[in-house]
């Protein structure tokens, strides 16, 4: 496997969807090319780190408006029922 | 466990939709937000999402979760908005299928986790994620945020799984360019300091 072919597949890699012999191959590319597990470790910190950055909620003031008024439109749909 | 909130959705039973509320109102408004850039803007999403679940409850196919029906017609508003907010953004653009190669060949994953988890790299991330094209940026948020399966992404953006896989690899490539370049500079200052 080459460097090109490696990046095609970083992704099927990261999830583990890469059937087992194209996986050997990135594997054995891997263990040989520093370049390529550079982008492959810095990959996968960046999607852990975006994890845990984008885990963002909605401010509690604003949560608690939201919830009130889709609340009264619940409550008045089931009367309207 | 799913099957029984949903007949008590179709029941109007009241916990069962504060319990919806509860566990969706977040993940939908990441999304949202993350399309929209519009706080405002995303608890409009939110709202719409959680009134079109009052109304539409009994059309509810079980074949489908009812997380990836919420994420979907949240999808859905979001889109509209931003269509409303850009109306010369093609949501569907992603240029070609040319995956760019990576450049940049730092090694910053190996950087102290102080400076990988500081406010300032947080802030980056957030502004490189902001940097990707809508249809990107909904299937990173999707996959890699919010950690749904490839298919379950699809389902909720009406888009192929083959298209979710090629958008996000295009995105998380996309992204850790980004970011090397910004780490880059960091570690060059890191160095500069020591030396």
């Known amino acids: 496997m080459d460097c090109k072919t490696l990046i095609t597949y970083l992704s099927d890699y990261i999830d583990r969807e890469l059937d087992e012999s194209l996986a050997a191959e990135a594997r054995d590319h891997l263990a040989t090319c520093p370049n390529c597990s550079i982008v492959l470790d810095s990959t996968q910190k960046m999607i852990l780190m975006s994890k845990l950055t984008g885990q963002v909620a909605i401010p509690k003031a604003r949560r608690?408006?939201?919830?009130?008024?889709?609340?009264?439109?619940?409550?008045?749909?089931?009367a309207a029922d | 466990m799913e099957q029984e909130?949903?007949?008590?959705?179709?029941?109007?039973?009241?916990?069962?939709?504060?319990?919806?509320?509860?566990?969706?109102?977040?993940?939908?408004?990441?999304?949202?937000?993350?399309?929209?850039?519009d706080e405002q803007a995303a608890d409009g999403v939110v709202q719409d999402t959680f009134l079109a679940l009052i109304e539409h409850i009994h059309t509810f196919e079980e074949r489908a979760s009812l997380a990836t029906w919420l994420y979907r017609v949240a999808y859905n508003h979001a889109q509209t908005r931003l269509?409303?907010?850009?109306?010369?953004?093609d949501l569907d653009e992603w240029a070609d299928d040319n995956i760019a190669l990576p450049e940049k060949m730092i090694d910053w994953s190996t950087l102290p986790e102080l400076l990988l988890t500081g406010e300032e790299a947080k802030a980056q991330i957030m502004t490189a994620i902001s940097t990707l094209s809508p249809s990107l940026r909904a299937v990173?948020?999707?996959?890699?945020?919010?950690?749904?399966?490839?298919?379950?992404?699809?389902?909720?953006?009406?888009?192929?799984p083959g298209a979710v896989k090629v958008r996000l690899h295009r995105a998380r490539l996309a992204l850790r360019e980004t970011l090397a370049g910004y780490f880059e500079e960091i570690r060059g200052e890191e160095w500069t300091a020591k030396h």
């Open chain 2, 83 to 89: 269509r409303h907010q850009r109306p010369q953004v």
């Open chain 2, 5 to 37: 909130l949903i007949a008590a959705l179709r029941q109007r039973d009241p916990a069962a939709f504060a319990d919806v509320f509860a566990t969706y109102s977040d993940k939908i408004y990441r999304l949202a937000v993350s399309l929209l850039h």
């Open chain 2, 140 to 160: 990173f948020i999707l996959r890699d945020v919010e950690e749904l399966s490839t298919e379950a992404t699809a389902e909720a953006l009406g888009i192929q």
């Open chain 1, 64 to 78: 608690e408006r939201l919830w009130s008024e889709i609340e009264a439109a619940f409550n008045e749909r089931n």
